[in-house]
């Protein structure tokens, strides 16, 4: 079995498998307390254009994690949870 720390994670970057996005990388682990479980993990999607703008974070849940690869970490994910970050945006500039 193997055995990642937060700091490991941190460092793969979250791809979804439905649309081949690149999500961003791990920022936080969400963790039951009573069963000493992880949740979920959380993800800043990125929102900034040209180093402007904001970050949303996006929580995703464990089941929703497909593979920890070496680089990267594959989630299949429906769409429609960041879709609303990004079509916020785009009204935004309006």
């Known amino acids: ?11 793969k ?3 979804n498998l439905c649309d081949g996005k690149k999500l961003g990388y791990i920022h936080d682990a969400v ?6 479980c ?5 993800v800043l999607f990125d929102l900034r254009v040209f180093g402007f ?4 974070e996006l929580v995703i849940p464990w089941e929703k994690i497909t593979c920890f ?4 970490i594959l989630v299949n994910l429906d769409t429609s949870c960041y879709e609303k970050f990004t079509n916020e945006k785009k009204f935004d500039k309006k």
């Open 1 to 11: 079995m193997e055995k990642y720390t937060m700091n490991n994670l941190r460092d």
């Open 13 to 15: 970057e979250v791809v």
């Open 31 to 36: 963790i039951n307390v009573c069963s000493g």
């Open 38 to 42: 992880v949740c979920a993990i959380t």
């Open 53 to 56: 703008g904001k970050c949303e």
């Open 69 to 72: 690869g070496k680089d990267t």
